[in-house]
């Protein structure tokens, strides 16, 4: 018996002889009721056509927290989650596992032990570069959730604009939030268009992470409340990306288009930058239901390190008076006072340069936990090949489906393995991207390869998590994107041989 084809490779897994299961969109479901209509709108779409016996779907205390276990036979399907997270993880599987043969839709008989090896599997989406609807995210959502991602981290606010309503600072959406890169049309989140995207994430257990990018990447504060800005800093490497990129020059006041970072700070010292902070941070958490508050710090070029150190710490601080975890890119690690437990997310390459491994171990110094999204391996904004329309080629050039998958999370930084690791995710940033067919081109198939670091056994522990598995195994969710109606790359493509 071959074993079907499953991204997240799970912990194990028997293929039996037996004869699979008929299924068709009539199908009998029992069991926990939002599973069965989860379950219920992947079978819809199928033809009628009766089934070989009944589905069951429940949970049962027990396992791994996200853990779940599938029995298929001839008449019967199980699925049986740890909690509810893990039955829905359950179903994800059930998903893939659908096949279509000559009579009809079957799932092979099988039996699956399976349970993530992080708690915290992300993904991100820069919502500020471009602005991405309510549709958009919930496309993004569903297409991440499939994957067994359990986080969803929106960049909430850039240099380019202002992305979610913030009623004590109502100038923030008013004059900051109307365009984008490129001067494309912009737009934001009302409270509520972000309460829904927070409902949807849950349904599909995903935690939304908001981020709030301070001090730096704030240019599209200055165009709301000028007070709170420096002027920007016009270094060698924006007017190297000027040149490269064009977009102008940034200036204080007018709304910037192009794709420049490090150049915008908030005012350091100023008691205003604090209460903007405060009242900014207290919204946004009582938005939040999940512990994670991002307030970003990364790429303050043009911030003395004596004030950057001290204003990420009371940055941090801030996040922790609001009942949040703060979450910070790595660059804040140098600071001393970060607010003990901050999470730092590091971004440096699979082989770390510059001290950016020095930093990260001091979130862990200081009681706080390591997210790993290595820029040339995970971030799927980067090219796929020098030929790919869309993305960017700073992380050590175009990152091909083979180099996305190639690299485990507890060898990237020493002293930093599965026990101070709290996850994975994969960032995409939006420079070059404007709409979902875009995100799916860039994501797909390299959002599968993030997948499987965040929840499957370490990359070359077994058969499966090898690139020669993984690439057929990827392979063959074709069928099941096209019918999801992702406008994925196709793995050949991707990875040219
Ligand atoms: C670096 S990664 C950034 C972003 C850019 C991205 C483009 C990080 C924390 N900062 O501001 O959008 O590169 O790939």
Same mark, same amino acid.
């Given at each position: 018996?071959?074993?079907?084809?499953?991204?997240?490779?799970?912990?194990?897994?028997?293929?039996?002889?037996?004869?699979?299961?008929?299924?068709?969109?009539? %199908?009998? @479901?029992?069991?926990? /009721?939002?599973?069965?209509?989860?379950?219920? &709108?992947?079978?819809?779409?199928?033809?009628?056509?009766?089934?070989?016996?009944? @589905?069951?779907?429940?949970?049962?205390?027990?396992?791994?927290?996200?853990?779940? *276990?599938?029995?298929?036979?001839?008449?019967?399907? %199980?699925?049986?989650?740890?909690?509810?997270?893990?039955?829905?993880?359950?179903?994800?599987?059930?998903?893939?596992? =659908?096949?279509?043969? $000559?009579?009809?839709?079957?799932?092979?008989?099988? *039996?699956?032990?399976?349970?993530?090896?992080?708690?915290?599997?992300?993904?991100?989406?820069d919502?500020a570069r471009h602005f991405?609807?309510?549709?958009?995210?919930?496309?993004?959502?569903?297409?991440?959730?499939?994957?067994?991602?359990?986080?969803?981290?929106?960049h909430?606010?850039d240099d380019q604009g202002?992305?979610?309503?913030?009623?004590? &600072? $109502?100038?923030?959406?008013?004059?900051?939030?109307?365009t984008a890169v490129g001067g494309d049309a912009g737009?934001? +989140?009302?409270?509520?268009? +972000? &309460?829904?995207?927070?409902?949807?994430?849950?349904?599909?257990?995903?935690?939304?992470?908001?981020?709030?990018d301070?001090?730096g990447h704030?240019h599209a504060?200055?165009?709301?409340?000028?007070?709170?800005?420096?002027?920007p800093v016009l270094s060698e490497h924006v007017q190297e990306t000027v040149a490269q990129f064009g977009g102008g020059l940034p200036e204080?006041?007018s709304a910037y288009e192009g794709m420049a970072v490090g150049f915008s !700070?908030?005012?350091?010292?100023?008691?205003?930058?604090?209460?903007?902070?405060?009242?900014?941070?207290?919204?946004?958490?009582?938005?939040?239901?999940?512990?994670?508050?991002?307030?970003?710090?990364d790429e303050?070029l043009g911030?003395?390190?004596?004030?950057?150190?001290?204003?990420?710490?009371?940055?941090?601080?801030?996040?922790?008076?609001?009942?949040?975890?703060?979450?910070?890119?790595?660059?804040?690690?140098?600071?001393?006072? =970060?607010?003990?437990?901050?999470? #730092?997310?590091?971004?440096?390459?699979?082989?770390?340069?510059?001290?950016?491994?020095?930093?990260?171990?001091?979130?862990? %110094?200081? #009681?706080?936990?390591?997210?790993?999204?290595?820029a040339?391996?995970?971030y799927l904004d980067m090219k796929f090949d020098a030929a790919s329309p869309l993305g960017l080629t700073w992380a050590n050039g175009p990152t091909?489906?083979?180099?996305?998958?190639?690299?485990?999370?507890?060898?990237?930084?020493?002293?930093?393995?599965?026990?101070?690791?709290?996850?994975?995710?994969?960032p995409l940033w939006t420079e070059t991207v404007r709409d =979902?067919?875009d995100?799916?081109a860039l994501?797909?198939?390299?959002?599968?390869?993030?997948?499987?670091?965040?929840?499957?056994? $370490?990359?070359?522990?077994? $058969?499966? *998590?090898?690139?020669? !598995?993984?690439?057929? &195994?990827?392979?063959?969710?074709? /069928?099941?994107?096209?019918?999801? #109606?992702?406008?994925?790359?196709?793995? %050949?493509?991707?990875?040219?041989?």
């Amino acid at each position: 018996m071959a074993a079907p084809h499953l991204v997240p490779t799970p912990t194990s897994m028997t293929a039996l002889p037996d004869a699979a299961f008929r299924i068709g969109s009539g %199908a009998e @479901i029992t069991g926990d /009721p939002a599973a069965v209509a989860a379950l219920q &709108r992947h079978l819809d779409p199928l033809p009628a056509a009766p089934s070989s016996g009944s @589905i069951d779907l429940s949970v049962q205390a027990g396992g791994p927290a996200g853990s779940y *276990r599938l029995a298929v036979g001839t008449a019967s399907v %199980a699925v049986t989650g740890a909690d509810a997270a893990g039955l829905f993880a359950g179903i994800q599987t059930l998903t893939q596992l =659908l096949a279509e043969g $000559p009579d009809g839709w079957t799932i092979p008989a099988v *039996r699956i032990d399976d349970a993530p090896r992080f708690a915290y599997r992300g993904v991100m989406l820069d919502v500020a570069r471009h602005f991405h609807g309510v549709d958009t995210v919930k496309a993004y959502i569903d297409r991440a959730s499939s994957l067994k991602f359990n986080v969803l981290h929106l960049h909430l606010s850039d240099d380019q604009g202002w992305r979610l309503e913030i009623l004590s &600072r $109502p100038e923030l959406t008013a004059r900051a939030a109307a365009t984008a890169v490129g001067g494309d049309a912009g737009g934001f +989140y009302t409270q509520d268009d +972000y &309460r829904e995207i927070v409902a949807y994430a849950a349904a599909h257990h995903m935690t939304v992470v908001p981020e709030i990018d301070v001090p730096g990447h704030t240019h599209a504060v200055s165009l709301a409340y000028p007070e709170l800005s420096e002027q920007p800093v016009l270094s060698e490497h924006v007017q190297e990306t000027v040149a490269q990129f064009g977009g102008g020059l940034p200036e204080n006041g007018s709304a910037y288009e192009g794709m420049a970072v490090g150049f915008s !700070s908030l005012k350091i010292h100023d008691e205003e930058t604090s209460a903007f902070l405060r009242d900014v941070f207290a919204e946004v958490a009582a938005l939040t239901p999940g512990p994670y508050l991002h307030f970003g710090g990364d790429e303050a070029l043009g911030t003395d390190p004596a004030d950057f150190a001290e204003f990420v710490a009371r940055a941090s601080a801030l996040v922790v008076a609001t009942g949040k975890t703060p979450i910070a890119w790595h660059e804040a690690g140098a600071a001393d006072g =970060l607010a003990p437990g901050t999470i #730092g997310q590091y971004w440096g390459f699979v082989s770390p340069t510059d001290g950016m491994d020095d930093k990260t171990r001091r979130f862990v %110094a200081g #009681g706080g936990r390591v997210i790993l999204s290595p820029a040339d391996a995970i971030y799927l904004d980067m090219k796929f090949d020098a030929a790919s329309p869309l993305g960017l080629t700073w992380a050590n050039g175009p990152t091909s489906l083979r180099r996305a998958y190639e690299w485990d999370p507890a060898t990237v930084i020493d002293g930093i393995g599965d026990a101070e690791i709290l996850g994975v995710e994969a960032p995409l940033w939006t420079e070059t991207v404007r709409d =979902l067919a875009d995100i799916d081109a860039l994501a797909f198939p390299r959002i599968a390869a993030a997948a499987e670091a965040g929840w499957s056994a $370490p990359f070359g522990a077994t $058969p499966e *998590r090898t690139w020669e !598995s993984f690439r057929t &195994r990827v392979a063959a969710l074709e /069928p099941l994107w096209t019918r999801l #109606g992702i406008s994925f790359t196709p793995v %050949a493509e991707g990875e040219p041989a």
